[in-house]
């Protein structure tokens, strides 16, 4: 995969690609990843990259024609052109799948107030936020979705069974993890996991799964695949947690009896 990257700022990405799993990939030819920066199609001899937002208000747009000319200059015939800004769909695991087929990328990262729209209408094929909320520009956005996208690309993680299992991939939230010690600081590891049986563990991962899925992104169970086994599972699920919130509220009445009960005497 061929990735450009335009930005007015290229010395920020100098630390995050050059460690661990992108600079390998890149160091076996996996992926070939290009910083340009916006300035050097500028035409003036100032090197303007912005001007005033027409219509007034606060900040600078950039320049239609330094980012189009920086664009068509890096796209080739190939290039999926990329805006990152907070406007753009919400980056989710399914767009990484999606980009990770392509043979080629062009990230183009915003600044200041934004692009001048007709860039958007000539140039980008594709708008992508990776959330809500607002950064200073889209360098940052532009490193998450690289990422992301490049660890999809066959043979850059060395064990693809981990990708099957991991948070996301399955629309679930990855079971929780443990490595020795078998007890830390009072607290042991589920005892499942220390038997060996292969089958009960792989139900207790599902379940923990659903578990954690349930309890901290719910919305996700929407649009998960879940077998039956797994509806089965979240019942159970379910049904626990409905006993034990009964049970804190019949423990927590108890102690309200009791502090009543201290209590009146001294009002007396
Ligand atoms: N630029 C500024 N904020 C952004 C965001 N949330 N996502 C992508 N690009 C951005």
Redesign the pocket.
């Known amino acids: 995969m061929l990735i450009d990257i335009l930005t007015l700022f290229p010395g920020m990405f100098e630390g995050p690609f050059n460690e661990s799993i992108i600079k390998r990939a890149i160091e076996r030819g996996l992926v070939t990843i290009r910083i340009h920066n916006i300035r050097d199609w500028a035409t003036d001899r100032h090197r303007t990259v912005d001007d005033y937002p027409y219509g007034g208000g606060a900040g600078m747009v950039l320049k239609p024609d330094v980012l189009v000319a920086a664009i068509e200059a890096v796209r080739g015939d190939d290039g999926y052109v990329i805006l990152?800004?907070?406007q753009?769909r919400v980056f989710t695991q399914q767009i990484a799948r999606e980009l990770a087929q392509k043979p080629h990328l062009v990230l183009v990262c915003?600044h200041y107030e934004g692009v001048d729209e007709r860039v958007c209408q000539l140039a980008v094929d594709d708008e992508?936020?990776?959330?809500d909320?607002?950064?200073t520009?889209?360098e940052l956005?532009a490193m998450v979705v690289v990422d992301a996208t490049v660890r999809l690309i066959p043979g850059v993680l060395g064990d693809q069974a981990s990708l099957q299992e991991e948070s996301h991939s399955s629309g679930l939230l990855e079971y929780p993890h443990y490595t020795r010690p078998a007890e830390f600081r009072g607290l042991r590891v589920p005892e499942v996991l220390l038997s060996g049986h292969h089958a009960e563990i792989a139900r207790w991962r599902r379940r923990e799964s659903l578990r954690r899925t349930l309890e901290r992104r719910p919305d996700l169970l929407e649009k998960a695949p879940l077998t039956a086994e797994d509806r089965k599972l979240l019942e159970e699920i379910r049904a626990e947690k409905a006993q034990a919130a009964k049970q804190e509220r019949q423990a927590a009445a108890q102690v309200d009896a009791g502090t009543q009960d201290t209590a009146q005497p001294q009002d007396a």
């Open positions: 990152l800004t907070p753009g915003g992508i936020s990776i959330g909320y607002v950064l520009g889209g956005a």
